[in-house]
């Protein structure tokens, strides 16, 4: 199928490596982000996600940090695997509110 | 249990004829959303449903574009006399209840292609 995000950003890494996506949000009232992952042809799906109350969060190969000094957020993940390969978005929550605004999305290819 | 999902995957129409698409959210969640996604950014929002009422469809880019949510459940996103413009993938996400610090959950999607 058509692939989402032709012309994104590109993040190449090993497989076995860790990888680091970095995302700057946009609103200083946001307090919940959501890291998405999105495969080609299909909807996101929800990864990981943090408060703004938060630093630092740890899932199953997946870690988020948030600097709210700086406004960015960023998703590490351990030991890629060519399952790892997708767009990933990170989604501010703006406090108070129910809407979520994404960032522009990276892809995510991981090397054999 | 199962997740939200989407009908048709695909859909293929000419310009200026009618199509509904389908969201059949996740069982129990009262909040619903629709996003449409253009090849290359992020998820955009069109339209928010707490239970049948829609809250927020600021998001709509004209009175092209209509959803309906009538039992609080299904929702059916409706776009008369399509153009060229509309082609992209659309969106229905589905959260617990209403609000911030909700995790919206989303579906595969419908692409729609406009000839």
């Known amino acids: 199928g058509e692939s989402v995000g032709l012309h994104l950003p590109t993040l190449s890494v090993q497989e076995g490596d860790n990888s680091i996506i970095n995302c700057a949000y946009s609103n200083s009232a946001s307090d919940y982000f959501i890291w998405y992952k999105q495969e080609s042809g299909k909807g996101p799906q929800f990864i990981i996600d943090?408060?703004?109350?938060?630093d630092k969060r740890q899932g199953q190969r997946v870690t988020v940090l948030l600097n709210k000094t700086v406004k960015h957020l960023s998703l590490q993940i351990a030991a890629t695997q060519p399952g790892d390969s997708a767009v990933y978005f990170c989604?501010?929550?703006?406090?108070?509110?129910?809407?979520?605004?994404f960032g522009t999305g990276t892809r995510l290819k991981v090397l054999a | 249990g199962a997740g939200v999902s989407q009908t048709p995957s695909n859909k293929v129409t000419e310009k200026g004829k009618y199509v509904e698409l389908r969201c059949d959210p996740i069982?129990?969640?009262?909040?619903l959303y629709w996003y449409r996604q253009s090849l290359g950014q992020g998820p955009e929002f069109l339209i928010y449903?707490?239970?049948?009422?829609?809250?927020?469809d600021s998001g709509l880019p004209n009175d092209r574009f209509f959803a309906v949510r009538p039992e609080g459940s299904v929702s059916t996103l409706k776009i008369q006399r399509t153009e060229r413009g509309d082609s992209a993938m659309y969106l229905c996400?589905?959260?617990?209840?209403?609000?911030?610090?909700?995790?919206?959950?989303f579906g595969p999607g419908t692409r729609l292609l406009v000839l």
């Open positions: 449903f707490q239970g049948t009422g829609a809250a927020d």
């Open positions: 996400a589905s959260s617990l209840t209403a609000g911030a610090l909700e995790t919206q959950y």
């Open positions: 943090i408060r703004s109350n938060m």
């Open positions: 989604a501010e929550n703006i406090s108070g509110t129910y809407k979520y605004i």
């Open positions: 069982s129990g969640h009262t909040a």
